[in-house]
């Protein structure tokens, strides 16, 4: 009986597009809800480093993560974040009709990874254009300093922030494997900070690491379910060629999901994730020429349209499995955690 009224719920607060999505509550949905124009990301590269890869905490970086991978500066020649907010609403403009707004996503390796002093100027540069509405802020657990929290939270009064602190797994001995450099102890800590200053927070996770059963990325799921995290970013397991485990792919040790595999542990996920939480990515890389494997030979609408025939088939959707936990991982005062994205309906920019 829950199932229906919840399908109902959804088949009933979505209209045009996202009846196409009324099987989870997408970051497409969440947009149009916040803002009055379209609004697109533009990937940017401000010239970052990340401190698990030279040294400060480990030196390579994730097993998993690829230079080639961060996209907007593949020339090698890095631009002024002022040019390439520019060219990429060009670009946008040229392809697509209707991108009228952007959020500026500073997106290539860890975007808190230096002084407020510096950071501090380019986010600003971002925000100088007048098209740009927000800021997606991509970065790790240990490089969220009070400091740099100081400096979100003055932006978020006078744009749409939006943090993205990677995780991937829950389980210790997993990120280990992969060389993250930091611990789920780390993670909730910095989800803890965050959010008692009531930043929008968004997290990744990545099905299929190397060591990790159905079982092990359910256990993530129905944790982070927990947490006062506002939206996720799933990801299958994909080898860029310059990743580490590209080596251990080439040498045949590792397990990657298949696409049907996926579809189903996708479906898992988001059946015990709550409602509220808004799904802001459902894959990884497809088909890019840095893509070594899996290559799945879909597009990103076959993958979605499977997905929601799964749900169809199953009878469910996101939420279904979800129940409040007897206490969260977080230790911060309920009150001042705010488990709801602000409603903003007005242009927070013009
Ligand atoms: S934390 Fe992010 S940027 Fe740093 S190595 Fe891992 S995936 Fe790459």
Redesign the pocket.
Known sequence: MIVFERIFLYYNTLNGNDAMRRYYNAYSRYLKSRFPWRVYKLPLDAGFN?P??DGRVAFG??T??SNASFSPNSSGVLKSVREQVEEGIAVYRKRRFGGEKFIAYFQA??NTDAPVDQLAPLYDEALSHPDVVGLAIAT?PDCVPEPVLDLLTDLQKRTALFLEV?LQSIHDETLRRVN??HTFAEFVDAVDRIKKRGLYLSTHLILGLPGEDRSMMLETADRVAQMPIDAVKLTHLYIPRQAPLAQAHRRGELVLLTLSDYIQLVCDVLERLPERLIIERLMGELDGEDILSPRWEKHKGEILEMIEAEFARRGTCQGILFREGPQSDIECDPAQVQRCIPPMTAPIKS
């Open positions: 990340c698990n890869r970086g994730c998993f993560c390796f860890t790790r990677g993250r450099g």
